[in-house]
């Protein structure tokens, strides 16, 4: 790539970047996120007291549902049957928490050097061995999240998210914010691009 | 879909942030955010943040870091990291040599009243 070329792209991703910063700081004003779908506003907000009750009470209610499900298994059954096939869970703990350990070893040597004020070279092969550390903790970890990923608590949980988008989602229409869905099946059948979308602006709002 | 946490990180170190915080903290109706509770994660997030790189900022200041820290986000945290093991360990040893006699006794003398 010639230079014009590679000055031009710098410039391309400056401004998709300062862009990106702008939209943050905007959403970073309020507790509330406004976006727009399809040529429709949209907005995702915090839940308030009322609303908080109504995903208490749909999380029972589905979890009560998911205990008579013979199917699906709860996280502790679901590790004992992969015992029981050769796949042990407890020695991917195990091998987590030993990298962890590593890792806050590692991090405690770079923060002791960075005040020492030691060369760049030596800082440079701790961030390698840090990162080499990191890599192996998130295998691990993605490891295990697929192995239980069909476990009831974390049906649950996807089960739960869904609840949240059903509740905080609000439209405009004719200046004021209403309520997208009246109730579950509506969010069920809506489109799912706009369902994800509002999701994940949910998940920045709150936590479960 | 760019990754709002990596921003929000990238805006709490910005100048023009960082002089806001400051300025939030001492005059009463200069605010960060519209509203004052109910804060969103992502509001707290930022807001550690912003202590964060404040805390970095004065550590530079006074020369205990260079300003590498505030490019690379490894650095930050492993210094941070480090220096509250070290406060907590220079905490833990000032305690072991430190005798405290807090014995109930019948001695102390309380300043009498004016008048009585």
């Known amino acids: 790539m010639d230079e014009s070329k590679v000055e031009a792209q710098r410039i391309i991703d400056d401004m998709t970047k300062k862009r990106d910063l702008r939209k943050v700081e905007e959403m970073l004003k309020d507790n509330k996120i406004e976006f727009s779908y399809k040529d429709k506003e949209y907005r995702v907000r915090l839940l308030n007291l009322r609303e908080k009750e109504e995903l208490d009470f749909l999380r029972v209610k589905e979890f009560g549902r998911l205990l008579q499900e013979k199917d699906i298994l709860l996280e502790c059954n679901l590790i004992k049957q992969y015992k029981e096939n050769g796949i042990d869970i407890s020695e991917i703990d195990e091998s987590i928490s030993k990298f962890q350990s590593e890792l806050k070893d590692l991090c405690m040597k770079l923060g002791e050097a960075i005040a020492k004020k030691v060369e760049d070279s030596i800082l440079k092969s701790y961030e390698e061995r840090i990162n080499i550390a990191e890599r192996e903790i998130n295998v691990l970890a993605s490891q295990k999240v697929i192995l239980l990923q069909y476990s009831k608590e974390n049906r649950l949980l996807g089960f739960v998210y869904k609840c949240l988008t059903y509740l905080s989602l609000e439209e405009k229409v004719n200046d004021e914010w209403k309520r997208t869905f009246n109730n579950m099946d509506d969010l069920f059948n809506c489109d799912e691009e706009l369902v994800n979308q509002a999701g994940q602006y949910t998940a920045i709002l709150q936590n479960v | ?116």
């Open chain 2, 1 to 116: 879909m760019y990754n709002i946490y990596t921003l929000t990180r990238e805006l709490s170190k910005l100048t023009k942030m960082q002089n806001l915080f400051i300025v939030a903290k001492k005059v009463n109706n200069i605010h960060l955010f519209r509203n004052s509770n109910d804060l969103s994660d992502i509001q707290l997030y930022f807001l550690s943040m912003l202590f964060l790189y404040e805390n970095l900022n004065q550590e530079i200041e006074i020369e205990h870091i260079t300003d590498k820290v505030l490019t690379n986000d490894l650095y930050a945290e492993s210094y941070l990291l480090w220096k509250r093991n070290k406060k907590e360990d220079n905490t833990k040893s000032d305690f072991s040599h430190r005798h405290l006699h807090l014995v109930p006794t019948n001695k102390i003398n309380f300043n009498k009243k004016e008048g009585n």
